[in-house]
């Protein structure tokens, strides 16, 4: 079935250094992604989405790419800091309903 | 800054107990959901709700479960003979309407432990 979902499971950074995690999607029809952090014990944190019609949508520290030939979707995160450390998921929204959640990836901010 | 708040942060049931799992969404939002988190896997979608009743159901949700606006702010989730296998976060959230998008907002968690 289409589904959303994730590259790397696990990603290790030293502090400071920009980080990039990677997701693709399946579903052709999908119009809008938006990038969710977990912390352990929390409920998923929205960070930035996008739309199908954009390329890229910067926030602070963050910025998503967007390639639709591809279907590829991913989270860079400048200057990471330990703060940052969590679980990213990418998911789909679609519409009023479900969000669709990818498998996820854990960020690991090495001090 | 608004958030969505969730009652109780834990719950701990037996086999075959009904539990009522509650939210309090963003006050001026009009979209409801339920999500569970088995420990380890990722965030499954439950049901969406709006205008007092369910937009959207997922196969998970079965005819244990059922969900209510009982008044103007709380938004429960009921199990009616937990098993097992419900042990999981129970997560809340809501939408509005931002501009020309829509993101939902969750809250932090209801964990289950279904013993």
């Known amino acids: 079935g289409e589904s959303v979902g994730l590259h790397l499971p696990t990603l290790s950074v030293q502090e400071g250094d920009n980080s990039i995690i990677n997701c693709a999607y399946s579903n052709s029809a999908s119009d809008y992604f938006i990038w969710y952090k977990q912390e352990s014990g929390k409920g998923p944190q929205f960070i930035i989405d996008?739309?199908?019609?954009?390329d890229k949508r910067q926030g602070q520290r963050v910025t998503v790419l967007l390639n639709k030939t591809v279907k590829h979707l991913s989270l860079q995160i400048a200057a990471t800091q330990p703060g940052d450390s969590a679980v990213y998921f990418c998911a789909e929204n679609e519409g009023y309903q479900k969000v669709t959640f990818g498998i996820g990836t854990k960020l690991q901010v090495i001090p | 800054e608004p958030e969505v708040t969730q009652t109780p942060s834990h719950q701990v049931t037996q086999m075959g107990q009904e539990v009522i799992l509650r939210c309090v969404p963003i006050s001026n939002h009009l979209y409801f959901y339920w999500y569970r988190q088995i420990l380890g896997q990722k965030v499954e979608f439950l049901v969406s709700f709006y205008n007092n009743e369910i937009s959207e159901k997922s196969e998970i949700f079965d005819d244990q479960f059922s969900v209510e606006r009982p008044d103007g702010s709380n938004f429960t989730l009921k199990i009616r003979s937990t098993k097992l296998e419900d042990s999981a976060m129970y997560f809340c959230?809501?939408?509005?309407?931002?501009?020309?998008?829509?993101?939902?907002?969750f809250g932090p968690g209801t964990r289950l432990l279904v013993l």
């Open positions: 959230a809501s939408s509005g309407w931002e501009g020309n998008q829509e993101t939902q907002y």
């Open positions: 996008i739309r199908s019609n954009m």
